[in-house]
């Protein structure tokens, strides 16, 4: 198997500006369309594109000095310029970090989220109103209430949410005081509203994924018609439309457990879920993408699993470096 394409890095100090201009709250959907344009112009561009966002997404580490600084919270206008800073950060990352380091997975949005795991990490989480987040590998959250809504900012990664019903809490004064007019996710594509009890959403590369487990979900892309997500099933959705809803098998949510569950997955989905929570690089050979595999695999370990793989299915591990295996045919 040869290895992938080098990325440029003029190419990637570009994506990453553009990333920046994305994260600004006066994004317009013209900075979007220009983006997208620049992503589409050659692999290459492309290649970057994806560099920049896995940087982005998941930093193992924060270098020497600057954590304290982007976690304080003095006040709004303290947390953007923290956001800000870490942009510029981002860019000067790519023009003098070693091509080695910067392939390696770094969270920088976490440096200033208020909940935030790293690579390989769970963390359950408790808000004021009583709602609960779980929050897988790599995966970054803001929350604020504002004007009796609840928002989840969702900055990367996936959140696993269970709304506070209060409605039914006769014993608890402060419950409708409590109870927020609505509880919504914000992704870069648009915004999930809660209709039921329990809702996965997933930040990917160019769109969201919404999973409903207990109720309902409305699903309202950023320059698009909104569209109603019943219970058991899940979708995708850009800034422009929403896929059609597919039937949702609530094993699922086994990941809230540190479990997958594969029901026939090609082995090109079930490695890129693992590589979510793995360090270092995890690919697959051209010639296995397709196969299906079946069973509950853990999360937690992926030595584990990579090795169950290899002895139940035609497969083997090959290592190019020890951060870097590759899964092919045997």
Same mark, same amino acid.
């Given at each position: 198997?040869? #290895?992938?394409p080098?990325?440029? =890095?003029?190419?990637l100090?570009q994506?990453?500006?553009?990333?920046?201009?994305?994260e600004?709250?006066?994004?317009?959907?013209?900075?979007?369309a220009?983006?997208e344009?620049?992503?589409?112009?050659?692999?290459?561009?492309?290649?970057?594109?994806?560099?920049?966002e !896995?940087?982005r997404q998941q930093?193992?580490a924060?270098?020497?000095?600057?954590?304290p600084?982007?976690r304080?919270?003095?006040?709004?206008?303290?947390?953007?310029?923290?956001r800000?800073?870490?942009?510029?950060?981002l860019?000067?990352?790519?023009?003098?970090?070693?091509?080695?380091w910067?392939? #390696?997975?770094l969270?920088w949005?976490?440096w200033?989220?208020?909940f935030?795991?790293?690579t390989?990490?769970?963390?359950?989480v408790?808000?004021?109103?009583?709602?609960?987040?779980?929050?897988?590998?790599?995966s970054?959250?803001?929350?604020g209430?504002d004007a009796?809504?609840r928002?989840?900012h969702?900055?990367s990664?996936?959140i696993?949410?269970?709304?506070?019903?209060?409605?039914?809490?006769a014993?608890?004064?402060?419950?409708?005081?409590?109870r927020?007019?609505?509880?919504?996710?914000q992704?870069?594509?648009?915004?999930?509203e809660a209709?039921? $009890?329990q809702? #996965?959403v997933?930040?990917q590369?160019?769109f $969201?994924?919404?999973?409903?487990? =207990?109720?309902?979900? !409305?699903l309202s892309?950023?320059?698009? &018609?909104?569209?109603?997500?019943?219970? &058991?099933?899940?979708?995708?959705? $850009?800034?422009?439309?929403?896929?059609a809803?597919r039937?949702l098998d609530?094993r699922?949510?086994?990941?809230t457990?540190?479990?997958?569950?594969a029901?026939?997955?090609?082995v090109?989905?079930?490695?890129?879920?693992?590589? =979510?929570?793995r360090?270092g690089?995890l690919?697959?050979?051209?010639?296995?993408?397709?196969?299906?595999?079946?069973?509950?695999?853990?999360?937690?370990?992926?030595?584990?699993?990579l090795?169950?793989?290899?002895?139940?299915?035609?497969? =083997?591990?090959? #290592?190019?470096t020890p951060?870097?295996?590759?899964?092919e045919?045997?």
């Amino acid at each position: 198997m040869t #290895s992938p394409p080098a990325v440029d =890095r003029h190419l990637l100090r570009q994506a990453a500006q553009l990333l920046a201009r994305l994260e600004a709250a006066d994004a317009s959907d013209t900075d979007h369309a220009d983006c997208e344009r620049w992503r589409e112009q050659s692999d290459a561009h492309r290649r970057a594109w994806a560099l920049a966002e !896995q940087l982005r997404q998941q930093f193992d580490a924060v270098p020497a000095g600057v954590g304290p600084a982007l976690r304080e919270r003095a006040g709004i206008g303290t947390v953007s310029r923290g956001r800000r800073r870490a942009l510029r950060m981002l860019t000067g990352v790519v023009l003098a970090a070693p091509a080695g380091w910067l392939a #390696s997975r770094l969270p920088w949005h976490a440096w200033s989220a208020d909940f935030h795991t790293a690579t390989g990490e769970r963390h359950d989480v408790l808000l004021a109103d009583g709602t609960q987040i779980t929050l897988g590998s790599a995966s970054a959250v803001n929350v604020g209430f504002d004007a009796g809504v609840r928002r989840i900012h969702l900055l990367s990664g996936e959140i696993m949410v269970r709304p506070a019903d209060h409605s039914r809490d006769a014993t608890n004064p402060q419950s409708e005081r409590l109870r927020p007019a609505a509880l919504l996710v914000q992704t870069a594509e648009g915004v999930v509203e809660a209709l039921g $009890t329990q809702f #996965s959403v997933r930040q990917q590369n160019g769109f $969201t994924r919404v999973a409903a487990f =207990r109720g309902g979900a !409305q699903l309202s892309p950023a320059a698009s &018609d909104g569209v109603l997500l019943m219970q &058991d099933q899940s979708s995708t959705f $850009t800034r422009t439309g929403v896929a059609a809803p597919r039937p949702l098998d609530a094993r699922e949510a086994m990941w809230t457990r540190g479990l997958l569950y594969a029901n026939r997955m090609p082995v090109a989905d079930l490695v890129a879920e693992l590589a =979510r929570y793995r360090h270092g690089i995890l690919r697959y050979a051209a010639d296995v993408a397709g196969l299906r595999v079946s069973g509950i695999y853990q999360l937690t370990d992926t030595d584990a699993t990579l090795a169950l793989l290899q002895r139940t299915y035609p497969l =083997r591990l090959r #290592s190019i470096t020890p951060y870097w295996t590759v899964v092919e045919a045997r």
